[in-house]
């Protein structure tokens, strides 16, 4: 299987990132579908590397992950996905082209950060960095976004039709750190049949997500036993 590891100190592409950001390995499947050797920049953000001077002008919002790419700055995954294949793409089926096409694996990216994504946000992260007991509903909400995504699935291949797109690639990391804290998806038939296939399809797959949900799970672990 192919690596989605650096394999060149002279990569003009930097990716400023935490292995285990989600955003952030969201964008290393992009790129290792395209084939494009990142130049990996670990961010030390328990260290406050991030609100640096230095930091600060390739990043004013102070995020990762940010890429830098021939002195142009970019954040913000869904925009640096699209740009890498905007930019780097032998062909757009990744990131069609066509107008409709396009704005259904738009719809797609925009679902996922507004409601699938957020689900996730909105019922874990209180627990995890604010120590804060269980939400049921926030847990209850979750269900909205997976019954709409299997929706989407129905009778397609792909979230957003018959291809893989970058859409896919955004998804199943969100989908993947549903499934890291157990949350059941084994009910929705489509998003189950899905996952699998985008898993095995995905090029560097298990360097650029696997891995990555091991580094969430070890913060997981560290800050949850606090």
Avoid at 12 to 39: E, M, T
Avoid at 88 to 112: C, E, H, I, M, T
């Amino acid at each position: 299987m192919a690596s989605c590891e650096v394999r060149s100190n002279k990569a003009k592409i930097d990716l400023y990132y935490r292995p285990g950001s989600p955003p952030c390995r969201a964008v290393r499947l992009v790129a290792a579908a395209l084939g494009i050797d990142l130049n990996l920049k670990l961010v030390d953000l328990h260290g406050g590397e991030h609100l640096k001077p230095e930091y600060l002008k390739l990043n004013p919002q102070h995020t990762i992950p940010t890429m830098v790419d021939e002195g142009f700055s970019l954040w913000e995954s869904r925009a640096i996905m699209a740009y890498l294949v905007n930019k780097y793409g032998k062909n757009d089926s990744l990131y069609p082209k066509d107008p409709k096409a396009r704005a259904l694996v738009d719809q797609r990216l925009y679902f996922d950060f507004g409601t699938l994504s957020m689900s996730f946000t909105d019922y874990f992260y209180p627990m995890l960095f604010a120590g804060a007991p269980e939400d049921k509903s926030k847990y209850d909400k979750i269900a909205v976004g997976f019954d709409l995504l299997e929706i989407f699935l129905e009778g397609q291949k792909y979230v957003a039709g018959s291809q893989l797109t970058i859409a896919d690639l955004a998804l199943i990391v969100t989908v993947s750190n549903f499934e890291l804290i157990k949350y059941d998806i084994s009910k929705y038939k489509n998003v189950s049949r899905w996952a699998t296939k985008i898993k095995e399809e995905a090029t560097g797959y298990a360097d650029c997500n696997g891995e990555g949900l091991k580094a969430f799970q070890e913060l997981i672990d560290h800050l949850m036993k606090k």
